[in-house]
């Protein structure tokens, strides 16, 4: 019981620790401050005037949301997952317990979903990779 609970307690720090560089990683501060002025943006009527910036608008939108609502969600959703841990602990609640690492399996896959995005996100620069290269004549 000791050995899970410990388990459980280093998934849950290990997650929170991701969800700490990862808010680095995808510059979550800046990604808020955009998502607003482009919610600002799409409130104005006038920008239908221009139906291509329009929806270029509301797909900068999607992906914003995207990063931000994920790391929010997963930043609260971890405080609270350690608070609940730290009482079903001190209670021995193994059914609250339960229920935290069954969470912890969300906070896994957002987590992994983040990861997946990462890499997708920053498109490899061919150049930068031959630049070591030497050339043969």
Do not use: C
């Not at 280093?10 to 979550?28: K, S």
Request: hydrophobic residues 35%; negative net charge.
């Amino acid at each position: 019981e000791a050995e899970r609970q410990n388990q459980l307690a280093a998934r849950l720090a290990d997650y929170a620790e991701r969800e700490q560089a990862y808010g680095g990683i995808f510059d979550y501060d800046a990604k808020t401050e955009r998502l607003q002025v482009v919610n600002a943006e799409l409130e104005d009527p006038a920008v239908w005037n221009d139906p291509k910036h329009a929806q270029d608008l509301g797909r900068e939108k999607k992906a914003l949301e995207t990063v931000v609502e994920t790391l929010t969600g997963l930043g609260t959703g971890l405080a609270d997952a350690n608070e609940l841990f730290e009482m079903a602990k001190a209670d021995d609640d193994d059914s609250t317990l339960e229920s935290i690492e069954l969470d912890a399996d969300g906070y896994q896959e957002k987590l992994e979903d983040l990861e997946f995005r990462r890499m997708f996100s920053n498109p490899v620069s061919y150049t930068h990779l031959r630049a070591h290269e030497t050339r043969e004549d």
